[in-house]
C-alpha cells in the first residue's frame, strides 16, 4: 500500500503543480491582454496622427503649387508690363520724330 500512497502522493504534487502553473499562465495571459490593448490604442492614435500629418502634406502640396504658380503669374504680369512699358516708349518716340517732320 505505501507505494500506492507514494503514487498517490506524486500525483497529488504534479497536480499542485499544474494548477500554479495554470494561474501563472493566466496572470501572464491577461498582462498580455492588458499591454496587446494599451499598443492597438497607441497603433490607432499613431494612424490617427498619420492621417493628420498625410492632409497637412496634401495641403503645403497645393499651398506650394499655389505660390508658384502665382509667383510665374507675377512675373509675367512683371514682362508684360515691361513690354507695354517699352511699346509706350516707341511710340512717343515716334511722335516726336512725326512732329520734327512736320
Known amino acids: ?4 500512497s507514494k503514487q498517490l502522493d506524486k500525483v497529488v504534487d504534479k497536480t499542485t503543480k499544474l494548477i500554479e502553473l495554470c494561474l501563472s499562465l493566466k496572470e501572464q495571459n ?3 491582454q492588458l499591454q496587446n490593448q494599451a499598443l492597438e490604442v497607441a497603433l ?3 494612424k490617427g496622427k498619420v492621417k493628420e500629418l498625410e492632409e497637412k502634406v496634401k495641403a503645403l502640396a497645393v499651398a506650394r503649387t499655389l505660390e508658384g504658380t502665382s509667383a510665374v503669374t507675377r512675373d509675367v504680369n512683371e514682362k508684360t508690363l515691361d513690354i507695354k512699358q517699352k ?9 516726336k520724330c512725326i ?4
Open 30 to 32: 491577461d498582462m498580455l
Open 87 to 95: 511699346i509706350n516708349d516707341f511710340v512717343r518716340e515716334i511722335d
Open 44 to 46: 490607432d492614435t499613431s
Open 1 to 4: 500500500m505505501s507505494t500506492l
Open 99 to 102: 512732329e520734327l517732320l512736320k
